[in-house]
C-alpha cells in the first residue's frame, strides 16, 4: 500500500535550516506531483509546496517562496525540503502528500519542525 514517511524535523533557533525528507513507497513514485503541506499549532493546513513527477515544475505557497527548497529523487523515491532562514512562525507539522486526479489523496504521519530560540 501507499507509505509516506517523513523525517527530518527537530527543533532549530530561528534563522537555522532544516532539510526534511519523504520517504515514499507503494506506488510509482515518479509518476505523481508531491507536495509538502503544512499545519501550525491551532491553526488550518497550508500548502507549502509541489512538484511535478520529473521535478521540472515547482511551486511555492508565499510563505515559502526565497527560503524553502522543494526537490525529489526519483531513484530514491524520495523528496525533500530544504527549509532556511527559518522563524518561529515556520513551527508546525509538515506533511509530504501524494497527489491524484486534483486531490492529495496519500499522507504522510508528518514531521514537527519547532523554530525557537
Known amino acids: 500500500q501507499v507509505q509516506l514517511v517523513e523525517s527530518g524535523g527537530g527543533l532549530v533557533q530561528p534563522g537555522g535550516s532544516l532539510r526534511l525528507s519523504c520517504a515514499a513507497s507503494?506506488?510509482?513514485?515518479?509518476?505523481?506531483?508531491m507536495y509538502w503541506v503544512r499545519q501550525a499549532p491551532g491553526k488550518g493546513l497550508e500548502w507549502v509546496s509541489g512538484i511535478s513527477s520529473g521535478g521540472s515544475s515547482i511551486y511555492y505557497g508565499d510563505s515559502a517562496k526565497g527560503r524553502f527548497t522543494i526537490s525529489r529523487d526519483n531513484a530514491k523515491n524520495t523528496l525533500y525540503l530544504q527549509m532556511n532562514s527559518l522563524k518561529s512562525e515556520d513551527t508546525a507539522v509538515y506533511y509530504c502528500?501524494?497527489?491524484?486526479?486534483?486531490?492529495?489523496?496519500?499522507w504522510g504521519q508528518g514531521t514537527l519542525v519547532t523554530v525557537s530560540s
Open positions: 502528500a501524494k497527489e491524484f486526479a486534483g486531490a492529495l489523496n496519500a
Open positions: 507503494g506506488f510509482t513514485f515518479n509518476t505523481y506531483w
